[in-house]
């Protein structure tokens, strides 16, 4: 199947002009100016003036099999449906596990991630969960890194936060170790995917892990470093040591207004203090519970965390924050390919992965996506959907 999408303006994420781009199979195999074809094989050709080209987003934390229930079995959120992703841009994601390693296990999670892959995304996972020690499929998380095929980290494990486990920094030296071992032999990533929450120590866990051991910043993979304003001048310190940090795009009012920056403020913040690009992701934390507690501290409302606010991050960074729209696209894409070692992903170029979004030049809305080569999405309506959905 041939697909030729015609006078776009690429975003590789970095700006190439106007483009003309052939997808064949699950590849792309031409970008040029003008791609003109003199076959007599079937070509599907969508104008797309007017359109950005952009690589189909990276989310890098969702919990593709629900999350929550800290409110107890009837706060359990629901698990992630394949338009949830596609209709907001996203073609590769992460799942793991979190809170709930009991009801919510690992098979589950894989099995979920094949039937993603199924329908057309690129689904990788994590193995364990919040907790420490890591619950493993196989005897220890170096072993399902090593061998089973989608696994390519672990987490996200907790800290600074009352549901952790509270390790201490030589078990989390010890549980790095394992995951690089891992994903050096298995010629993956092997990162640790770690939780922030709420605990004014934050990173300090993690800067001391690194000060004690030979283990690099950038085997670390922390999230929510949005989460409060301490949190976050802890991140542009951890970020300027060679660590990655990663803003979480699902919020409420509710939440803004308790402390947390939303993703596009902290990119602004960030970028304003020369934190390189390159160590700076966004991801959705996607079907989390996002609970919301009244004055006495009793859960009133449970919102769902939504993949979709992934790609609404990146027009808030762009239109509210004066974010170049190739930074904005970087921290969804090719960053996270990079920290996650997902060849052929994260960017438009010949050979890679087809994976791409049509973007409204003027509004950004999501207009087509192909996912692996798949038209996922046409005119802003899902044409693929889940079998129960
Ligand atoms: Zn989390």
Same mark, same amino acid.
């Given at each position: 199947?041939?697909?030729?999408?015609?006078?776009?303006?690429?975003?590789?994420?970095?700006?190439?002009?106007?483009?003309?781009?052939?997808?064949?199979?699950?590849?792309?195999?031409?970008?040029?100016?003008?791609?003109?074809?003199?076959?007599?094989?079937?070509?599907?050709?969508?104008?797309?003036?007017?359109?950005?080209?952009?690589?189909?987003?990276? =989310? /890098?934390?969702?919990?593709?099999?629900?999350?929550?229930?800290?409110?107890?079995?009837?706060?359990?959120?629901?698990?992630?449906?394949?338009?949830?992703?596609?209709?907001?841009?996203?073609?590769?994601?992460?799942?793991?596990?979190?809170?709930?390693?009991?009801?919510?296990?690992?098979? +589950?999670?894989?099995?979920?991630?094949?039937?993603?892959?199924?329908?057309?995304?690129?689904?990788?996972?994590?193995?364990?969960?919040?907790?420490?020690?890591?619950?493993?499929?196989?005897? +220890?998380?170096?072993?399902?890194?090593?061998?089973?095929?989608?696994?390519?980290?672990?987490?996200?494990?907790?800290?600074?936060?009352?549901?952790?486990?509270?390790?201490?920094?030589?078990?989390?030296?010890?549980?790095?170790?394992?995951?690089?071992?891992?994903?050096?032999?298995?010629?993956?990533?092997?990162?640790?995917?770690?939780?922030?929450?709420?605990?004014?120590?934050?990173? /300090?866990?993690?800067?001391?892990?690194?000060?004690?051991?030979?283990?690099?910043?950038?085997?670390?993979?922390?999230?929510?470093?949005?989460?409060?304003?301490?949190?976050?001048?802890?991140?542009?310190?951890?970020?300027?040591?060679?660590?990655?940090?990663?803003?979480?795009?699902?919020?409420?009012?509710?939440?803004?207004?308790?402390?947390?920056?939303?993703?596009? =403020?902290?990119?602004?913040?960030?970028?304003?203090? +020369?934190?390189? &690009?390159?160590?700076?992701?966004?991801?959705?934390?996607?079907?989390?519970?996002?609970?919301?507690?009244?004055?006495?501290?009793?859960?009133?409302?449970?919102?769902?965390?939504?993949?979709?606010?992934?790609?609404?991050?990146?027009?808030?960074?762009?239109?509210?924050?004066? &974010?170049?729209?190739?930074?904005?696209?970087?921290?969804?894409?090719?960053?996270?390919?990079?920290?996650?070692?997902?060849?052929?992903?994260?960017?438009?170029?010949?050979? +890679? =992965?087809?994976?791409?979004?049509?973007? =409204?030049?003027?509004?950004?809305?999501?207009?087509?996506?192909?996912?692996?080569?798949?038209?996922?999405?046409?005119?802003?309506?899902?044409?693929?959907?889940?079998?129960?959905?």
């Amino acid at each position: 199947m041939l697909t030729l999408i015609k006078n776009a303006e690429l975003y590789a994420p970095e700006p190439q002009g106007k483009q003309d781009i052939l997808l064949a199979g699950n590849k792309v195999v031409a970008l040029e100016k003008e791609i003109k074809l003199s076959s007599t094989l079937p070509v599907h050709v969508v104008d797309a003036e007017g359109m950005i080209a952009a690589p189909g987003l990276i =989310d /890098s934390l969702v919990h593709i099999t629900g999350g929550g229930g800290e409110g107890g079995f009837a706060t359990r959120t629901p698990e992630m449906q394949l338009t949830d992703a596609t209709l907001g841009g996203v073609t590769t994601l992460v799942g793991c596990l979190g809170t709930d390693a009991t009801t919510r296990a690992l098979p +589950n999670l894989l099995a979920k991630v094949n039937e993603l892959n199924h329908l057309g995304l690129s689904v990788y996972c994590y193995t364990g969960s919040y907790q420490f020690p890591a619950k493993t499929l196989l005897d +220890n998380v170096q072993d399902d890194i090593l061998l089973l095929d989608r696994v390519i980290g672990v987490g996200e494990v907790a800290i600074a936060d009352h549901r952790a486990s509270h390790m201490s920094v030589e078990e989390m030296i010890r549980l790095a170790s394992e995951a690089r071992v891992g994903g050096m032999l298995a010629g993956k990533a092997g990162i640790v995917s770690v939780h922030l929450g709420d605990s004014p120590e934050g990173l /300090s866990l993690l800067n001391q892990a690194v000060s004690e051991s030979s283990i690099p910043a950038s085997q670390f993979y922390p999230t929510h470093i949005n989460r409060n304003q301490n949190l976050l001048d802890q991140g542009v310190a951890w970020a300027k040591r060679g660590g990655y940090i990663d803003f979480t795009t699902s919020t409420t009012e509710q939440i803004l207004a308790s402390g947390e920056r939303s993703a596009a =403020d902290a990119l602004a913040y960030c970028l304003a203090l +020369n934190v390189p &690009v390159s160590q700076i992701t966004l991801s959705s934390d996607g079907n989390a519970s996002l609970p919301l507690f009244d004055e006495n501290g009793v859960l009133i409302d449970l919102q769902v965390a939504q993949v979709g606010s992934l790609l609404q991050s990146i027009r808030d960074a762009v239109n509210d924050k004066q &974010v170049p729209l190739e930074v904005a696209l970087a921290c969804a894409t090719r960053n996270p390919a990079n920290i996650l070692h997902l060849e052929g992903k994260g960017e438009i170029a010949l050979e +890679n =992965d087809a994976d791409l979004m049509l973007l =409204d030049a003027e509004t950004l809305a999501l207009e087509h996506l192909w996912s692996q080569g798949k038209h996922m999405v046409e005119q802003g309506e899902a044409i693929v959907c889940g079998n129960f959905e």
